[in-house]
Antibody
Framework: EVQLVESGGDLVQPGGSLRLSCAAS????????MTWVRQAPGRGLEWVAN????????YYVDSVKGRFTISRDNAKNSLYLQMNSLRAEDTAVYYC????????????WGQGTLVTVSS | DILMTQSPSSLSASVGDRVTITCRAS??????LNWYQQKPGKAPKLLIY???SLQSGVPSRFSGSGSGTDFTLTISSLQPEDFATYYC?????????FGQGTKLDI
């Protein structure tokens, strides 16, 4: 059974940092691009960042460039999102998803982890 | 960035109805278009990829069509479990943007 399990979401003050993790199992993690997608409360889906299998390519939405860093550890079947200089507008449920290559599809999704940025 | 625009934003329908949702890209994305279904409090679920290919395990009442800039998702006969929000997504270039969503309710 395929599983993606996110963790690390929390309440954090503006300007703070947080590291999200996504543990994968049941599929070939190291063979897949991986992506973070977020959803603000009551809003639609927003693509955040993706990473190639060997970390040689990483892409970010403009609103998080310079603040967020995506990474992965294929030996641990894990995906990460380091979030610095957090803003209120970063408040969202963060999902990890398998996929992200050009012309690809996001076949598997985690259940999401909630990040709340508030004083 | 490629802007994805869905219409309508919301739609009321009944069990058994045929429903069509449209998605328009701000530039050609050939057929690199996916459709997802999301229910409240749940993760999105892939329905259609590459504009018209049905994801494994998805009922055949769901179908997709289109190419270039204009795409449609059709549900041939609505079932109670289909009431949800639907999103299109382009994957031809990063950021791999989503449409704003179409909420389908009774």
């Amino acid at each position: 059974e395929v599983q993606l399990v996110e963790s690390g979401g929390d309440l954090v003050q503006p300007g703070g940092s947080l590291r999200l993790s996504c543990a994968a199992s049941g599929f070939s993690f190291s063979s897949n691009w991986m992506t973070w997608v977020r959803q603000a409360p009551g809003r639609g889906l927003e693509w955040v960042a993706n990473i190639k299998q060997d970390e040689s390519e990483k892409y970010y939405v403009d609103s998080v460039k310079g603040r967020f860093t995506i990474s992965r550890d294929n030996a641990k079947n894990s995906l990460y999102l380091q979030m610095n200089s957090l803003r209120a507008e970063d408040t969202a449920v963060y999902y990890c998803a398998s996929g992200g290559a050009v012309a690809g599809r996001y076949s598997y999704w985690g259940q999401g982890t909630l990040v709340t940025v508030s004083s | 960035d490629i802007l994805m625009t869905q219409s309508p934003s919301s739609l009321s329908a009944s069990v058994g109805d045929r429903v069509t949702i449209t998605c328009r890209a701000s530039q050609s994305i050939t057929y690199y278009l996916n459709w997802y279904q999301q229910k409240p409090g749940k993760a999105p679920k892939l329905l259609i990829y590459a504009a018209s290919s049905l994801q494994s395990g998805v009922p055949s009442r769901f179908s997709g069509s289109g190419s270039g800039t204009d795409f449609t998702l059709t549900i041939s006969s609505l079932q109670p479990e289909d009431f949800a929000t639907y999103y299109c997504q382009q994957t031809v270039s990063t950021p791999q943007t989503f449409g704003q969503g179409t909420k389908l309710d009774i």
